[in-house]
């Protein structure tokens, strides 16, 4: 099946700004720990001094929580296509500003645009991929699509990136696994970032006059005039409680594994380093690994729904990975580590888009953006509390409680998309 040109220019889009950010989040925490932030605290009202590390990677969360309200508003007014761009717009400046300094304040506002990022990013993919692809299968087939080049091209990065901190030490004579040899990694990471932008203005230029027309004609049906300024409120107010009404039994699930990946997902490349020793080039590796057969396995999400449904592989894959999860924490070697570690990457992400398609599925297409990023916003939620509390169970017990929790979520989630299923939700 032929896909829409705009579909396949945001594939590629997806492609660039992936890889920049996968090989920003490889070495992210690695940078901060080699600034000592990992041993600076911060004091917040009501709250015990955090670790810096903990709350750099929270920041993102918080200002994508903050902003999700009026970002959301936004793209039901201008559209999925401008959310798209503002959202690569943003990730591409998120990414400048992280490699251009190692001080507090640029990092900290470069991460903060990431949150903004995200939530565009998220708000918009869904409808817009809905609208671009024409029927069931060719919705499964793009959504499998935009997943697994997510994934395959944050293995590519990941593989790319693990090979820059040492081609930066050398030809800048730079300390191996030094702060500034991540910091021109990061660099590379914003060229990509910002190449990137160019197919979603592609994109706008071409495309945002036909859905500029088909939102008119929503708004006003028949008419061809815009509603009154009072109706077009209330619309808007009925359309985001409706959307509520649809994105709650959605909710559940996606925030008890936001909770329990946030607690440890960050963190794998400090496992992987400080348990097993292993390289900045091998940390490359197996994030590679794990991004390109993750990305591989999900593209065969199509095929699982013949036999298990969409709910079905989405509960199937849950369970499996619980036992890798487990078997990560107690492996007593990184080959096995890594192992273990590849096969659940695999199996908790290789079905997510089946359960976007599901809830889309049920959803007044209307009601898609608020409810696809209600779903999301759930997705980050735990990462807003989560990696603070990790920092500071790592600094005082090891990564040992952290697998325990995260598997205990895991189950948890599962069994409520067992709920879900049984219960036939439809919109």
């Not at 997806?14 to 932030?37: Q, S």
């Not at 894959?317 to 096995?336: F, K, R, S, V, Y």
Request: aromatic share 8%.
């Amino acid at each position: 099946m032929q896909l829409h040109r705009a579909a396949r220019r945001y594939l590629l889009a997806t492609a660039l700004l992936t890889t920049g950010l996968a090989i920003r989040m490889l070495f992210l925490n690695l940078l901060l720990v080699e600034l000592g932030y990992d041993r600076q605290t911060v004091a917040l009202p009501l709250i015990s001094d955090l670790p810096l590390l903990g709350l750099f990677n929270s920041l993102p969360v918080l200002t994508g929580v903050l902003s999700s309200l009026p970002l959301w508003w936004l793209v039901t007014r201008t559209g999925p296509v401008v959310g798209l761009f503002g959202g690569g717009v943003l990730y591409a400046m998120s990414l400048v500003l992280t490699a251009s300094s190692t001080a507090p304040l640029p990092l900290a506002l470069g991460l903060a645009l990431a949150g903004p990022a995200s939530v565009l990013a998220t708000v918009s993919a869904a409808p817009f991929m809905m609208r671009y692809s024409a029927d069931a299968t060719g919705r499964n087939r793009l959504f499998a699509l935009n997943a697994g080049f997510a994934l395959g091209f944050a293995g590519l990065g990941s593989l790319v990136g693990g090979l820059l901190p040492g081609f930066a030490a050398i030809l800048l004579a730079l300390p191996q696994q030094s702060a500034a040899a991540y910091q021109a990694t990061f660099v590379v990471a914003s060229i990509i970032g910002v190449i990137g932008v160019w197919p979603l203005a592609l994109n706008l230029r071409e495309g945002e006059a036909e859905a500029t027309h088909e939102r008119a004609a929503e708004v006003s049906p028949g008419t061809g005039r815009p509603s009154p300024r009072l109706e077009g409120m209330r619309t808007e107010a009925r359309t985001f409680l409706t959307a509520g009404r649809y994105a709650l039994p959605f909710l559940i699930s996606p925030l008890l594994i936001s909770t329990g990946a946030a607690l440890l997902i960050p963190f794998l490349n400090l496992y992987f380093r400080q348990q097993f020793g292993a390289s900045d080039a091998v940390l490359g590796f197996i994030f590679a690994l794990i991004g390109i057969v993750t990305g591989m396995a999900t593209l065969g999400a199509p095929w699982l729904v013949r036999y298990l449904g969409q709910m079905g592989s989405v509960i199937a894959t849950q369970l499996l990975a619980i036992p890798c999860l487990i078997m990560l924490g107690l492996a007593p070697t990184l080959a096995l580590a890594f192992a273990v570690a590849l096969v659940r990457a695999a199996l908790m992400n290789m079905a997510a888009p089946l359960y976007d398609v599901y809830a889309m599925e049920r959803t007044p297409e209307a009601a898609r953006p608020i409810v696809i990023g209600l779903i999301k916003g759930a997705l980050s939620a735990g990462y807003l509390f989560g990696p603070p509390l990790s920092a500071q169970v790592q600094r005082d017990y090891g990564f040992g409680p952290l697998f325990t929790a995260t598997a205990i979520l895991y189950a948890c989630a599962a069994l409520v998309n067992l709920g879900l299923m049984r219960s036939r939700v439809h919109g």
